[in-house]
T-cell receptor, first 116, second 111 residues
Framework: DTEVTQTPKHLVMGMTNKKSLKCEQH?????MYWYKQKAKKPPELMFV???????INESVPSRFSPECPNSSLLNLHLHALQPEDSALYLCASSQVGLAGGPETQYFGPGTRLLVL | KQEVTQIPAALSVPEGENLVLNCSFTDSAIYNLQWFRQDPGKGLTSLLLIQSSQREQTSGRLNASLDKSSGRSTLYIAASQPGDSATYLCAVCEEDDKIIFGKGTRLHILP
């Protein structure tokens, strides 16, 4: 199974809503990632979890709150978002290499988020 | 600060031609470099990963090279097919595990 799944596929939310994005993999990968991708732009790294611990937070606003409840699951909790947060949110996972860095990343199909 | 540049931004070639996509990066202290393709509105599909100690990787019609000292990588696609039409992205993983993507090359293979 080389699949990363993400739910929901689409999400529309108001600026006062609280919602969560979910990502799951069963490849035994110990690193998981959240990216944000705006239209016609490359993905931008948001968070990295390695062995269920947050290892990288790329100065993401606190209205985005990641959570890694176990090695297969990664959540992104959303609260009080702004319209400019509308984007495709991509999850990825990878093995952790012998030197501690990421190996091949496998991406999910993404959640397309619209904030009204 | 690492910058990743991909040239050209867009490319159209007739079916059957061989082609080269370029990726350059400003800081050679990288852990690895990965090439992806992305179809419109979809997630990314990994094509090839090159470790910093490697010079090239091959998979089918694809060959990726890495010259770490000069900050360059190329993706060679042989005998292009219409199904190869997509955006191709290179991503550099730095030694502190941060990952930076180039803006991509939009490839269109003409039938």
């Amino acid at each position: 199974d080389t699949e990363v799944t993400q739910t929901p596929k689409h999400l529309v939310m108001g600026m006062t809503n609280k919602k969560s994005l979910k990502c799951e993999q069963h490849m035994g990968h110990r690193a998981m990632y959240w990216y944000k991708q705006k239209a016609k732009k490359p993905p931008e790294l948001m968070f990295v979890y390695s062995y269920e611990k947050l290892s990288i937070n790329e100065s993401v606003p606190s209205r985005f709150s990641p959570e890694c409840p176990n090695s297969s699951l990664l959540n992104l909790h959303l609260h009080a978002l702004q319209p400019e947060d509308s984007a495709l949110y991509l999850c990825a996972s990878s093995q952790v290499g012998l030197a501690g860095g990421p190996e091949t990343q496998y991406f999910g199909p993404g959640t397309r988020l619209l904030v009204l | 600060k690492q910058e990743v540049t991909q040239i050209p931004a867009a490319l159209s070639v007739p079916e059957g031609e061989n082609l080269v996509l370029n990726c350059s990066f400003t800081d050679s202290a990288i852990y690895n470099l990965q090439w992806f393709r992305q179809d419109p509105g979809k997630g990314l599909t990994s094509l090839l990963l090159i470790q910093s100690s490697q010079r090239e990787q091959t998979s089918g019609r694809l060959n990726a090279s890495l010259d770490k000292s000069s900050g360059r990588s190329t993706l060679y696609i042989a005998a292009s097919q219409p199904g190869d039409s997509a955006t191709y992205l290179c991503a550099v993983c730095e030694e502190d595990d941060k990952i930076i993507f180039g803006k991509g090359t939009r490839l269109h293979i003409l039938p």
